[in-house]
């Protein structure tokens, strides 16, 4: 098992900035591929940024290209995600999730083996 526990979810204006954390115990974090996915009301669930388990290879959803990044540091079983240039849009609840090394779809909530429980960011106008 690994539990997930995100932070750094908040309330900010557009055009700020805010970083999110998730923090993973269990088995062994550097073993896992990292995604994060968020959720706005009403919508489905939208995949984010990924890295796999060594940071060698990190894709972004074309919505956040140039304003978030992802990183992972494996000596603190964290992953982060550095969003700036907030938009309102980009209100939701932001999940991280795991999952070994895997050929399906990034995008594919089915293949992550492990949720945390969510974040809330919220985007002011």
């Known amino acids: 098992q690994v539990q997930l526990v995100e932070s750094g979810g908040g309330l900010v204006q557009a055009g700020g900035s805010l970083r999110l954390s998730c923090a993973a115990s269990g088995r062994t974090f550097s073993d896992y591929d990292m995604t994060w996915f968020r959720q706005a009301p009403g919508k489905e669930r939208e995949f984010v940024a990924f890295?796999?388990?060594?940071?060698?290879?990190?894709a972004y959803a074309d919505f956040v290209k140039g304003r978030f990044t992802i990183s992972r540091d494996n000596a603190k079983n964290t992953v982060y995600l550095q969003m700036s240039s907030l938009k309102p849009e980009d209100t939701a609840v932001y999940y991280c999730?795991?999952?070994?090394?895997?050929?399906?779809?990034?995008?594919?909530?089915?293949?992550?083996?492990?949720w945390g429980q969510g974040t809330q960011v919220t985007v002011s106008s």
């Open positions: 999730a795991a999952r070994p090394a895997s050929v399906q779809r990034l995008a594919m909530t089915g293949s992550y083996d492990y």
């Open positions: 890295t796999t388990s060594r940071g060698f290879r990190i």
